[in-house]
């Protein structure tokens, strides 16, 4: 394959595309990716399912959508121009302008003209013979490349609605995570909404201000802290464009990818009065400072109790009928060990006499009717329902694409019992198949831009590798990831993550194996992992050598 160019042919079956590299996605990672390869001189063909780039933040446009990740930490550090050129308005980006940022960019890289749009890449299959992947779309094209690379996220494939009846609904159904890009009004209606996870939280005091009455349906309570977001003022703006590279660098040395502050002082080295001052300015300043004020709330149950009892305590000083306040306080598992989130007004949305909480622990819901929601107590009539119930994370992506590797091996196969890869980059079986921001690296315990933006480094300076040695293909060993699935285990049984039902170990989908799927040693020990791995002459990896020389 020439670089630079794709080579195009037609045949019975459709139009058939060959390139140096196939990149499946078109959020932060996908762009990076393919920004990356072209510079190298390669070939790229981006396929993207959604109108346009923006990965996740394409289709979440429901009310309140925000990144919980402050905006400098959620774009990228690698072009300097985009840096200067673009200002962030707020200090956590709203969905529109998060889209805006990636329009920028697109458009400031001229991605688009890389990427197709409105198209799902059905399967991918590795041919044996000619060492190529063989991928088709929902359009009957077929795309045969060298490499290719999965940037499908570790969120966006939304999870099927579980309930009976689903289809039975009369009135306006909408799910987050495929929200309508027109104007929905929920004004003189009666509104519920499903799903209290971040989603949720963001959902309810937006429509709570607007609907006639909205029910929240809540299974499990999560620990939510206020945002308190605010403009950003254009000094402080001008002074963070001053030391980027000093804040960028900054970043890539800590456990999160980010700038947030990160305390090295345990909870119990300092004075319950010491504590409970901390706490307090934590919440006062709001964010996710409270993941930064202790060091061990993640390794020690005694000291995360202490802190979620605050929260709790917070949760009753806010919302004033006791007995809600009471069925909003999250038990039974550590905080944090659920994605944490922020809000503004949630709690407060439930002092407003329109706001009604539905405790599916108490009365659960056994069925959508034509009317509305039909609980064991009762039924629930509505005008509107909202599906917030989340994502298959970490693994959906990859495994609504029918991926076969070498020999024809699946990889719903190999996933069978949990995702297993080698660095969350690769995997054994599937040669020359790069994963961004995927199953088995830190993906949502750190700043996926940060992240999206190493692995894609990474993946390129592979690449280069090969082509500069005549390698024709790349395999994790069976043994490294063996090894690799090792450490992110015993990484694992020292944290109190994995003892909370989440995304993170697949119990939010029926039938998913319950594993914890992800790299929690920290960002910074992950990239010096990485690093050190190809440092090693890529350490854990085979190759294959080309049959003739390829250009380097």
Not at 502 to 510: C, D, L, P, S
Request: charged residues 25%; glycine residues 10%.
């Amino acid at each position: 394959m020439s670089d630079g160019n794709l080579m195009q042919s037609s045949g019975k079956n459709g139009r058939t595309t060959q390139v140096d590299a196939l990149v499946i996605g078109a959020g932060f990672g996908g762009m990076c990716m393919v920004h990356r390869l072209r510079g190298m001189g390669l070939s790229v063909q981006g396929i993207e399912a959604g109108g346009g780039v923006g990965g996740v933040w394409y289709w979440n446009r429901y009310p309140g959508a925000r990144c919980d990740l402050m905006s400098i930490d959620y774009s990228y550090s690698f072009s300097e121009e985009i840096q200067q050129e673009w200002t962030w308005s707020e200090q956590f980006a709203a969905q529109p302008e998060i889209l805006a940022y990636a329009n920028f960019a697109a458009d400031r890289l001229d991605l688009r003209k890389l990427f197709q749009f409105n198209t799902r890449v059905e399967s991918a299959e590795f041919d044996d013979v000619r060492r190529l992947w063989v991928a088709r779309t929902d359009r009957g094209e077929m795309i045969e490349a060298t490499y290719c690379i999965m940037a499908t996220g570790p969120l966006s494939i939304p999870k099927e609605v579980g309930f009976e009846g689903a289809n039975d609904f009369k009135g306006e159904i909408y799910y987050a995570a495929r929200w309508p890009h027109a104007p929905v009004s929920f004004a003189g209606k009666r509104v519920g909404v499903v799903g209290t996870g971040s989603t949720g939280i963001q959902i309810v005091p937006v429509v709570a201000e607007e609907a006639d009455e909205l029910f929240v349906f809540q299974r499990t309570p999560s620990f939510t802290m206020p945002m308190r977001n605010k403009p950003l003022d254009p000094e402080y703006v001008a002074q963070v464009k001053r030391h980027y590279p000093a804040l960028r660098a900054s970043a890539r040395n800590t456990a999160i990818g980010g700038v947030r502050p990160i305390s090295s002082r345990p909870l119990f080295s300092v004075t319950p009065q010491e504590r409970l001052e901390l706490m307090e300015d934590s919440w006062a300043r709001g964010g996710l400072a409270f993941l930064g004020t202790f060091s061990d709330l993640l390794t020690n149950s005694e000291a995360n109790e202490i802190v979620a009892e605050f929260v709790r305590g917070k949760i009753g000083e806010v919302v004033k009928d006791p007995d809600t306040a009471e069925r909003l306080k999250p038990r039974g598992y550590p905080i944090f060990a659920r994605r944490p989130c922020l809000d503004t007004n949630y709690y407060e949305a439930f002092n407003q006499p329109n706001v009604h909480l539905v405790d599916l622990l108490e009365d659960p819901i056994v069925r959508l009717t034509e009317r509305g929601v039909r609980t064991q107590a009762r039924e629930i009539e509505l005008d509107v329902l909202i599906m917030a119930t989340g994502y298959d994370g970490l693994t959906g992506a990859m495994l609504a694409v029918d991926i076969k590797g070498r020999g024809g091996s699946r990889l719903s196969d190999k996933w069978r019992d949990g995702a297993r890869s080698y660095l969350g980059l690769a995997m054994e079986g599937f040669p020359n198949l790069f994963m961004i921001c995927g199953a088995n690296g830190p993906a949502a315990l750190a700043n996926i831009v940060t992240l999206d933006e190493q692995n894609t480094d990474w993946i390129a300076e592979c690449i280069d590798h090969m082509r500069r040695n005549q390698l024709a293909t790349i395999e994790a060993e069976a043994a490294s990831e063996d090894q690799w699935m090792a450490a992110i285990s015993a990484l694992a049984e020292k944290s109190l993550m994995p003892k909370a039902n989440t995304w993170y170990v697949g119990a939010n989908v029926a039938g998913k194996p319950r594993v914890f799927s992800l790299y929690s040693g920290g960002f910074n020990k992950y990239r010096e992992i990485c690093e050190a791995v190809t440092a090693d002459g890529y350490r854990g990896f085979s190759f294959e050598r080309s049959q003739s020389p390829v250009e380097a």
